[in-house]
């Protein structure tokens, strides 16, 4: 019996700076996960995947990514996804550095 659907969002990676990119609902990418389309049909989420793998100059791997409505949107469900989210754990840079220096 296959799996019922879940929701997700769809992520890549910046195809000139390297960061993670969510799709959002107005065919824009942004680096902010909260912003992302949080996709609830199956459908319609195999739809938009087509899309963004059609975008290689902008977008690397696109793939759908599970994720949860949250309280500002989208938020990961898989511990992968808020690593790819956060950024790297091993010493401040990118965007862990800009939240720093905003502190």
């Not at 890549?12 to 993670?20: K, P, T």
């Not at 990119?21 to 990418?29: P, S």
């Not at 199956?42 to 739809?47: G, P």
Request: hydrophobic share 40%; charged share 25%.
């Amino acid at each position: 019996m296959a799996r019922a659907f879940t929701p997700k969002v769809i992520t890549a990676n910046d195809l000139i700076e390297g960061d993670v990119i969510y799709l959002t609902a107005d065919d824009t990418w942004t680096r902010e996960m909260c912003m992302a389309e949080l996709l609830t049909d199956e459908a319609h989420a195999d739809l938009r995947l087509l899309d963004a793998i059609q975008q290689p100059g902008i977008a690397v791997g696109p793939y759908l990514a599970d994720a949860k409505a949250g309280e500002n949107g989208p938020e990961p469900t898989h511990f992968r996804e808020e690593f790819r989210r956060t950024g790297p754990s091993n010493y401040f840079h990118g965007k862990q550095a800009d939240l720093a220096a905003a502190s």
